[in-house]
């Protein structure tokens, strides 16, 4: 048990280093959960869009799901939660799933009840994949602009102290 709390402290440690790790595990832990919640919602794994179950959440918000699309939540969340080891690595992250997140979103809603004939969707659930994606990039574009900012501040003094 002493292992588990110390790897689980280390974890929380690296997580908590820079805002784009903390904001790229709020994004992973939100996809994880979103995974065996759509399980428990509907498990079958047909690959036919009407083969899926949509509640209302809240009582007014559709959400559509089958096997696939909870498989596609959890492998995206577990792989985001690996990712937190440094901020280029959640950055890296972030981007790549934005463009998969951007792609489902898009297909969808193209799609209609489907994402490539397999995941079932709704046009409600197209449109967060499409926001989650936006956060995402977001988060990506973010870290890269504050390293360059970085980057540009600390280069001049190297120089200085290179010259001398």
Known sequence: MHR???????????VRSSPTQLATFLMAAWFTSN???????YPNFSMHPTQSRTIELLG??????????????????????????????????????????????VLGLLGGTSVCGM???????????VV?????AGISAATVASNRVRHNSIRPATYATQEK
């Open 4 to 14: 588990i709390r110390n790897a689980l402290a280390r974890y929380l440690g690296h």
């Open 35 to 41: 995974g065996p919640v759509a399980l428990l919602i």
């Open 60 to 105: 007014f918000i559709p959400v559509t799901v089958n096997g696939w699309h909870a498989l596609f939540h959890l492998i995206t969340g577990v792989v985001g939660l690996f990712c937190l080891r440094t901020s280029r690595t959640a950055a890296r992250y972030a981007g790549a799933t934005a463009v998969v997140y951007a792609a489902a979103g």
């Open 119 to 129: 995941m079932a969707v709704d046009t409600f659930g197209n449109w967060v994949h």
């Open 132 to 136: 989650e994606a936006l956060i995402l």
